[in-house]
């Protein structure tokens, strides 16, 4: 978190601190820009009174302004060479695949194309390609595979083509002033072109006809940039990172500017055929997402227990988290110093506090205000497994930042075998590696769940595939915005709540009922979703693809009723379409179903067909907008409430058949979800797949788990159940018929089947093993499922 001072009473005190925090910064900043400095915006928002967001003036890189002018000549490597120099009177100018299908572009005005980040953020992808160098009178063609650089001499300016289609030209030669370089770009005349990306950019994830600064500040809330990237996209299959610390400005209007502060322009673009190749190539230089332990799925919990409201004494935390068990909660972790100078009571009293949490299924952490001296003892020792950053070493953000959680995965690595798990703000391209990020210190109100929804979507656009941001904000909130804003994060794979500086706590139970069993409910359900949502996870670390996907993401060829209701809707993962309630309503407009069937999660029986927009949907407080795509597969764990709290010997599949003949799959992918040692190779993949055939016949067939782990169980049952509109009439297992069994015999035996009462039917297999194939035929006895 940003900062944090000594405790506020109340949320009038704090929103006066931060009013005077921002009319002292606009004073400072209004003085500046009548200096003649060039200065950018941006008051931070933040609950420590004293703390003031600096107004930023770039450092004079450049002697005078400029920009390219007719090639003076070439340097390329034959027959093949990947790279080709471009002189430019004293400029240079160097084009380089480093991968089939990633250009690096760089320029220096004065000839010296050094490393603005010495390699720190990005790393090479294997061999270059072959390329081909042509060039006449007028100008060059510098290509590998179908990826083409095509450029005019006089003066000097770039096109980059896909298979003969141009991506973008550059309007004008690349040019720098006294204190930046930039590109300036005109993409396609295609209307339905959209640009994404940029990091956290709160409040938003397309940035079509915008102006965005790539800078860290500007406050927690709509507008603020928590954590930025030097990185954007096209909804047209390209994009590009600019390898650099220095903050910039991106402007995607008719003409696509891109800015930063420095002397040298490089940038490596991405060209695939769609958002999800570019993501996969930006992430293979830029870093895969981190993998998070199985229990960092789970909620987390923070407070400062060393003070005076908890009587100076860590081990009070211990109350809260019997209370989780007491309100039958599931949990994961919790941060027991999360205050500036909380501190802990004793080294001593922190161990017995670690040991108490762990005795209800929780992992201790700690927040780093107090500094860094004695991590490798807490980690070591007392066995912390959390590292929330503290602002005075991320602050700065920037190359302060990354090198910051760099060095909290470092010290996770070096004094325990658990893998890092990281909370930040002030992140960077880079980041994503090592941390997840949050929006930062926010009030719980209606406008925050309505401006984290397009900040989480957009996070994940821009490579960081864990974002979220604290359960109804650190301040404000009330029992309604608790619950909406809890129910759509159950989709996340993270999220934290965070207490002491609103008037109450912010746990799940604190406002009694009916709203404790509402947060039971889908904090069981995130639980029970754990399987999927893990695999996401490892998805992303694979591929770079983000368990939160815009819509645009999951369906590129849709052609949307209204783009503008996008930013309040999203897929989690391939399976589920959430429609977040931001409002303080019972009722949910402008829900927009892509083409395909889509089934009510709610109910699990009610179809529709898409595309059709959904309004004056009913959703009470206790339900939320979810619908699940036909053709799903959901791997799901029974209740439970903590990681560890008894073997998962029966795994539950979730299955949503469509009514029409296809084929879908989803992979499992599982590992002992504590250590490293999937980053070794010891991880296990399993695939299911359902097909539908147009005989009313429904095959599902479980894949042999590849790979393995230590603590992998050999042997496991599957329990399907299966939502279609049509009973089962015979169940048979690798040609073996199952037996019919009666609805509340069915746990009693050791397989079995039933038609469930309220629709579909239920399937429970023999155990079987996992390194071997079975596949499920049933008979529905219909031609046609129903829509």
Known sequence: SFARGPLLTGGAKAAMFAKLAILALQFSTLHASQQGQEVLEGPRSTRFPHAKERAYVPEKVLAKPGSLGPVTGFSWHSPDGSELNISSGESLVSLTFVSPNILRIRM???????????????????????????????????????????????????????????????????????????????????????????????????????????????????????NPAPFWMSSRGYGALRNTYKPGSYNFSKEVTLSHFEAVLDSFYFIGNS?????????????????????????????????????????????????????????????????????????????????????????????????????????????????????????????????????????????SDSRPYTWTVCGW?????????????????????????????????SGFAHATGDVDGIYGGSPETYVRDL???????????????????????????????????????????????YSLAFQAYLTGEPPVRAMELEFPHEIWSNKSALQYQFMSGPSFLVAPVFRNETHRDHILLASGEWI??????????????????????????????AGAIIPMWPQLDYVGQKTVDVLTLDLFPPSTASTSNFTLYEDDGLTRNYSMGAVASQTFQM???SNGMLEFCIGRSKGSYQGQLSRRSYWLQVHSSEPAKEIKIEGETIDHVPDEEHRMQPSGWYNSKGGGFRVKTPVLEVSKRACLSMDLGRADLHV
């Open 429 to 461: 391209a880079g980041t994503q590696k090592y941390a997840v990020i949050w929006t930062g210190d926010n009030t719980g109100s209606w406008e925050y769940i309505r401006m984290q929804i397009p900040t989480v979507i957009g996070s994940g656009l």
């Open 275 to 415: 958002m999800k190749d570019v993501l996969n190539l930006y992430t293979k230089v830029a870093g895969r997402p981190m993998l998070p332990p199985l229990w960092g799925l789970f909620l987390g919990d923070s407070d400062c227990y060393n003070n005076a409201r908890h009587k100076m004494t860590t081990s009070t935390a211990l109350l809260i988290a019997k209370n989780y068990s007491y309100y039958n909660m599931p949990r994961g972790w919790m941060l027991v110093n999360d205050g500036y100078g909380c501190g802990y009571t004793s080294r001593d009293m922190l161990q017995d506090t670690q040991k108490g949490l762990g005795n209800v299924g929780i992992r201790m952490g700690l927040w780093t205000s107090t500094g860094l001296a004695n991590a490798s003892w807490e980690i070591g020792n007392a066995k912390s497994r959390v590292i929330k950053t503290d602002v005075a070493w991320v602050g700065s953000g920037y190359r302060f930042g990354l090198e910051a959680v760099k060095l909290a995965a470092r010290l996770m690595t070096n004094s």
């Open 487 to 533: 129910q759509w994060k159950t989709f996340l794979t993270v999220a934290m709540t965070m207490s002491g500086w609103a008037k109450y706590d912010k746990q799940p139970w604190t406002f009694g009922e009916p709203y404790t069993s509402y947060n039971r409910k889908w904090l069981q359900l995130k639980a029970s979703l754990t399987p999927y949502l």
């Open 108 to 226: 220096s005005p004065i000839g010296n194309l050094s490393d603005p980040t010495d390699q720190e953020i990005v790393s090479m992808p294997g061999d270059p390609p072959a390329a081909s160098f042509v060039e006449n009178s007028t100008g060059f063609w510098f290509s590998s595979g179908n990826i083409v650089v095509e450029g005019s001499r006089k003066p000097l300016k770039l096109s980059l083509l896909r298979s003969g289609s141009v991506l973008w030209s550059e309007t004008k030669p690349m040019s720098w002033g006294y204190t930046r370089t930039w590109q300036t770009l005109q993409g396609s005349k295609d209307e339905s072109e959209s640009f994404h990306g940029c990091g956290m950019q709160n409040g938003f994830y397309d940035h079509t006809g915008r102006f965005v600064l790539i800078r860290e500040g500007g406050g927690w809330d709509a507008g603020g940039r928590a």
């Open 600 to 629: 009510d999660y709610s109910d699990g029986f009610t179809r529709y067909s898409g595309p059709r927009t959904l309004d004056s949907y009913p959703c009470p407080l206790e339900n939320l907008p979810v619908f699940v795509r």
């Open 691 to 693: 097909r539908t055939a």
